[in-house]
């Protein structure tokens, strides 16, 4: 028996209820599409192998190029931000290295935010120089400013907003149509927020890009990434780099994925709510000199995060008064339920000491901190917080 969800009119449904049920349908009444493990398909024909070749896509020939679960999920992601069409991928990075391929070529150059993620940046300067392309790291607060860094050959922006260590928040939309008057593709890094809070289609932007480690898959325990295009064209040109590319991701992770997507709206509204108390509680703290939140009205970035963004995630950064590299160890050595790690977007509290010498877009003031905020109680977690303080003037 086959029975897929009741569609109803879904231009009615709140996106909470969407997400209930987006790439939804499976087989034999199984509530969830299953884990479809696979490399070989088999055909009754030659004729069949055939036409599955040439149609390869939604029809499949070879695992590589997706299983009903790989499927389930990048039609999920789809209409999780409304966009035309998707791709899975074994990381983020590997997600924003084919996405920004994909819109690139030899003699190209691309603007960049000077605040993306390291590993994004590195690729570019390591990268993408040797096969031709050029860079230019922007001020990420730029605004009409970046009319005059445009050249000829540039063909994409790419945009973090807010910035996973310094959370700076773009204006999108402004940046996105002095990209569109030269023909530029407008890529972003939408980790952060997710669909839930930042719809980057209704922006300007063409390929949204996930690390699915983070909140998609949402308990840290896989890795896997996804970009999801705006129209055709540019789903075409994605697809063809990702299947060139050999890239896919593993039919077990794409169902953790779409087993987090249906709580991501959930998670995400109680991230937001205990970071925000943290948050405020953070900048009453005699020991912080700054709270980096764009939620908070002191924020610099408040005003266009209140005006694109539906809600804030559970990440964010503190910059402390002047305290030694020991002392801060001291403090986040003892912490009881953050734990010190890199990645985030888990159930669990995560504290990480940043240089911001390496962050190009920081005053090298004191000593900056990266916290994600998890689902535990945040009264327990102010009270980690606050005995952590007391260590760092032991
Ligand atoms: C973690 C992260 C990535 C990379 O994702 P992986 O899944 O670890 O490859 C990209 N962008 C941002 C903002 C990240 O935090």
Redesign the pocket.
């Known amino acids: 028996m086959t029975r897929s969800t009741c569609t109803p009119d879904v231009e009615q449904l709140s996106p909470d209820t969407r997400m209930i049920h987006a790439g939804g349908g499976s087989a034999y009444g199984i509530v969830n599409m299953p884990v479809f493990r696979a490399s070989t398909l088999l055909f009754d024909t030659v004729q069949e192998y055939e036409d599955a070749l040439v149609r390869r896509s939604p029809s499949v020939s070879y695992a590589r190029y997706g299983t009903p679960s790989t499927q389930a999920f990048e039609k999920a992601m789809t209409e999780a931000e409304g966009g035309y069409g998707a791709a899975v991928f074994p ?6 290295v084919v996405a920004l391929i994909s819109a690139l070529g030899a003699g190209d150059h691309v603007l960049i935010s000077n605040a ?2 390291g ?2 940046r590195n690729f570019c300067i390591k990268t993408l120089s040797r096969f031709g392309v050029t860079a230019t790291f922007f001020d990420p607060l730029i605004s009409d400013g970046l009319e005059a860094l445009f050249q000829t050959n540039t063909r994409a922006l790419f945009l ?1 907003s807010p910035a ?1 260590m310094t959370f700076e928040v773009q204006d999108v939309p402004r940046l996105a149509q002095l990209a569109h008057a030269r023909g530029c593709k407008v890529l972003i ?1 939408n ?2 927020a997710t669909p839930v809070f930042f719809s980057p289609f209704s922006h300007g932007v063409d390929i949204s ?1 996930h ?4 909140y998609l898959v949402g308990h840290s325990d896989a ?3 996804v970009a999801i295009a705006a129209d055709n064209a540019t789903y075409q040109q994605l697809r063809s780099a990702w299947a060139e590319m050999g890239q896919t991701a593993s039919s077990d992770d794409c169902f953790l994925a779409l087993r987090g997507l249906r709580t991501l709206h959930v998670r995400l509204k109680r991230h937001y709510q205990s970071a925000l108390q943290v948050a405020e509680w953070l900048r009453e703290r005699p020991e912080v000199a700054r709270v980096l939140y764009p939620a908070l009205s002191q924020s610099p970035g408040f005003r266009i995060w209140r005006r694109d963004f539906t809600g804030a995630s559970g990440l964010l950064g503190i910059q402390l008064k002047q305290f030694s590299a020991a002392a801060v160890a001291r403090m986040a050595n003892g912490l009881k339920l953050f734990g010190i790690g ?3 977007g888990g159930h669990e509290s995560l504290i990480l000491p940043v240089n911001p010498a390496n962050l190009p877009a920081m005053q090298p003031d004191g000593p900056l901190l990266r916290l994600h905020i998890g689902l535990e109680d945040p009264d327990d977690l102010l009270r980690d917080l606050e005995a952590g303080f007391a260590r760092l003037t032991l």
């Open positions: 990381s983020g990075l590997a997600a924003i993306v993620y590993p994004t973090e996973s890094d980790t952060w890009i690390s699915a480690s983070k890795i896997m990434g890199a990645s985030w």
